[in-house]
């Protein structure tokens, strides 16, 4: 992991609530490397999934510096940060966000649509497990298979960064490691980044790094010399 492919320098981000003004980060300094999978740390307001949201091009910073390989986010234009977030970025939420008209294979088909390199749609449905269950809906679906489905979406369209905020938080233990074991085997097998935003300790023990934040600061930056694998990860 001596790649970097995510740079943020002393980065700030303030919010208008009304008369009062929110600092959800307070001057983040943190490295992502490429080929590594990363567990991001920290209580409910720590100030994670706004990190994610700047590193992800769906925020700005308020002061500060974000690089993506040499790409500043920082100073971006909205054309250019839908390009970043098209080509380079998947999104993985709690919520899985499909399309309910459309079938399992179709949701997966969406982001395929905007890749310029994408994977096989076929056999990211047999690498989740569900490729006899392409031609079902979402309602059809139970949630770890919705879920599987959000991921294929997020993972169809060849990413070289994958950010993923609380990914098995509406699952069962069982089919959360399903979903560890697919996010694992992404970055290793295809060499991409892949960041879990959580708040769950247990699970920061597969990742290669963990990052805590408190307060929207970096408490501390922790790396695991042997990362357990998903099978083993328990809650």
Known sequence: ??????????????????????????????????????????E????KSTLVNIIGGMDQVSEGEVFFGKQGLHNAGETELTRYRRNEVGFIFQFYNLM????????????????NDPLDIHGLLEQIGLADR??????????????RVAIARALAKNPRLLLCDEPTGA?????????LKILR?????????????????????????VVYLR???????RENEEPIPPEEVSW
């Open 134 to 147: 392409g031609d079902h809906f979402p309602s059809q679906l139970s949630g770890g298979e919705q879920q």
């Open 100 to 115: 309910p008209n459309l079938t399992a294979y179709e949701n997966v088909n969406l982001s395929v649509q905007i890749s």
């Open 215 to 221: 307060d929207g600061l970096v408490e501390w930056v």
């Open 171 to 179: 699952l069962d233990l069982p089919t959360g490691r399903h979903i």
């Open 185 to 209: 085997k992404f970055c290793s097998t295809y060499r991409k980044t892949v960041v879990i935003i959580t708040h769950n300790t247990n699970i920061s023990k597969m990742a290669d790094r």
């Open 44 to 47: 409910s307001g720590s100030g």
């Open 1 to 42: 992991m001596t790649t970097e492919l995510i740079v943020a320098r002393n980065v700030k981000k303030r919010y208008q609530m009304g008369e009062v003004i929110v600092h959800a980060l307070r001057g983040i300094d943190l490295s992502l490397f490429e080929e590594e999978l990363v567990v991001v740390l920290g």
